[in-house]
């Protein structure tokens, strides 16, 4: 059972930055790839980024690629996201999400049998 949390959201203005962070409980965080996924008000959940075990590797949603990086430090069973450049659109409830299947990092239905967090909001004003 891997149990995650997320935090850092808030209110920015546009042009702005925020940082978030998902802590991983387990000893077995370094098995799994990590995402970011988000939800708007009234809209579906959406991709936009992923990691690989090791963090060797990244891939992101167009609308972030530019402005977004995810990465993670295993030794503190932790995966953050960099968002800068915020614009309003980027408004969301911000999920982790932990990769256990094999289907691809960027469709939801790849973490149908894996673990999410509770979210955090991030509110971008204009």
């Known amino acids: 059972q891997v149990q995650l949390v997320e935090s850092g959201g808030g209110l920015v203005q546009a042009g702005g930055s925020l940082r978030l962070s998902c802590a991983a409980s387990g000893r077995t965080f370094s098995d799994y790839a990590m995402a970011w996924f988000r939800q708007a008000p009234g809209k579906e959940r959406e991709f936009a980024a992923a990691?690989?075990?090791?963090?060797?590797?990244?891939y992101y949603t167009d609308s972030v690629k530019g402005r977004f990086t995810i990465s993670r430090d295993n030794a503190k069973n932790t995966v953050y996201l960099q968002m800068n450049s915020l614009k309003p659109e980027d408004t969301a409830v911000y999920y982790c999400a932990a990769h256990v299947d094999r289907g691809s990092y960027n469709r939801r239905s790849s973490y149908d049998n894996g673990y999410w967090g509770q979210g955090t909001q991030v509110t971008v004003s204009s």
């Open positions: 990691i690989t075990r090791s963090g060797g590797r990244t």
